[in-house]
């Protein structure tokens, strides 16, 4: 019963699609679709959340492979537990479903909340360490929102920042939430990460980010998550339409510290 959605992200520089975020949707054939918030923290505290992130792993990997070979490459976020950073096995695992898979490593992207990490940083650090080694990319979520520890952020093997989606709704109306994205993307770039904010929802934000040099955005005013198999669809009607959204930024040369793949 469960089903995959992906959130797309793309560039701010040129809107280019780059990634998506993965996303379990329950779809329970008496009470319809139920919200990741009615059954995640449950699947967490019973100790169920590592089939469902079984399950997340091997879908996202079936599904990128499914969109290369369509000619579409992007990098898959996919969201991991407190309780995935302690499970000794899922390096192992996550190795043999890329092989299984042939998805590269680089391709796939884990995202971590800093609470998750500061429950066991110890050991989260030993995980993080060999998914490293593999070369998979690392995102620290909902920045900003949990126990930051600078000391762990220079220590760990993080790729990404990603600003909290309460920092961004509203920071075109609100200067002190523009200040705070403006002091996380100069904190990142000045440690050699990018820099994805969540929570994007109007025209405004767009381009506040850029001028920030903001790399990466994802939010409902791009796409609201969507089943996996309408990404190719939707990806070919958001070609169409960044040349409107885009004009006002087509005569400004890229901001500072924007991804230029």
């Known amino acids: ?5 992906l959130q797309p992200k793309v560039l701010l520089q040129n809107g280019h699609l780059v990634g998506a975020e993965a996303l379990i949707r329950w779809k329970h054939p008496t009470r319809g679709m139920v919200p990741p ?3 995640i923290p449950f699947a967490e505290q019973s100790g169920f ?10 879908e ?3 599904i990128w492979r499914a969109l290369a070979d369509q000619g579409v490459t992007l990098q898959m976020s996919i969201n991991l537990s407190a309780r995935d950073l302690i499970d000794t096995e899922l390096p192992a695992r996550v190795r043999a ?3 299984e898979h042939r998805v590269p490593a680089s391709a796939m992207c884990l995202e971590i909340t800093e ?20 070369g998979l990319q690392m995102s620290i979520d909902d920045f900003g929102t949990g126990y930051s520890s600078l000391a762990y952020l220079k220590r760990l093997p993080v790729h990404e920042l990603k600003i909290d989606r309460s920092f961004v709704m509203n920071m075109h109306i609100d200067p002190q939430d523009a200040k705070i994205v403006q002091a996380v993307v100069d904190l990142a770039h000045n440690l050699g990460l990018k820099v994805t904010a969540e929570g994007l929802e109007v025209d405004a934000s767009w381009h506040l980010l850029a001028e920030l040099g903001c790399d990466i955005a994802q939010g409902y005013w791009i796409a609201k998550p969507m089943p996996a198999e309408e990404l190719v669809d939707w990806s070919a009607q958001w ?12 005569n400004q040369s890229a901001p500072e510290g924007c991804v230029s793949e």
């Open 97 to 99: 479903l890329l092989i």
């Open 115 to 134: 609470s998750a990490i500061m429950d066991d940083p110890q050991r989260a650090e030993q995980t993080l360490a060999q998914f490293s080694e593999m």
């Open 239 to 250: 070609i169409s339409r960044v040349r409107e959204v885009f004009k006002p930024l087509q």
């Open 60 to 62: 996202s990997m079936r």
């Open 1 to 5: 019963e469960f089903q995959l959605f």
């Open 37 to 39: 918030g009615l059954f």
């Open 49 to 58: 959340i590592r089939q469902i992130t079984n399950w997340l792993l091997i």
